[in-house]
């Protein structure tokens, strides 16, 4: 399974990004999707999930400023970043799982740089 995430850049504070996380050949409608990220020096951390019937949650970290959301029609789940924060900045990798606890498939990671 050859799980992408896409849409990373460099922005400065308080601008926005959208992520998309897309698998070609692979269904994703019917697993749910986490997001993680990882920042130089520092531990992997999970943000964000959608399940198969759309239910989300997050991280403390990044509630609030970022939306999951899927499009079934499209097979792409997309993550939404408003008000970035330098703090922000790290490799985003999208997965996929059954269920949001757990991860079997990890994809290709997009950066993420943000400048204050």
């Known amino acids: 399974v050859q799980l992408q995430a896409s849409g990373g850049g460099s922005v400065q504070a308080g601008d926005s990004l959208r992520l998309s996380c897309a698998a070609p050949?692979?269904?994703?409608?019917?697993?749910?999707i986490g997001w993680f990220r990882q920042a130089p020096g520092k531990e992997r951390e999970a943000i964000s999930c959608?399940?198969?019937?759309?239910?989300?949650s997050y991280a403390d970290s990044v509630r609030g400023r970022f939306t999951i959301s899927r499009d079934n029609d499209r097979d792409t789940v997309y993550l939404q970043m408003n008000s970035l924060k330098p703090e922000d900045t790290a490799v985003y990798y999208c997965?996929?799982?059954?269920?949001?606890?757990?991860?079997?498939?990890w994809g290709k990671g997009t950066q993420v740089t943000v400048s204050s």
């Open positions: 997965t996929a799982n059954p269920e949001c606890s757990g991860v079997l498939y």
């Open positions: 050949g692979f269904i994703l409608r019917y697993y749910a």
């Open positions: 959608i399940t198969n019937n759309s239910t989300t």
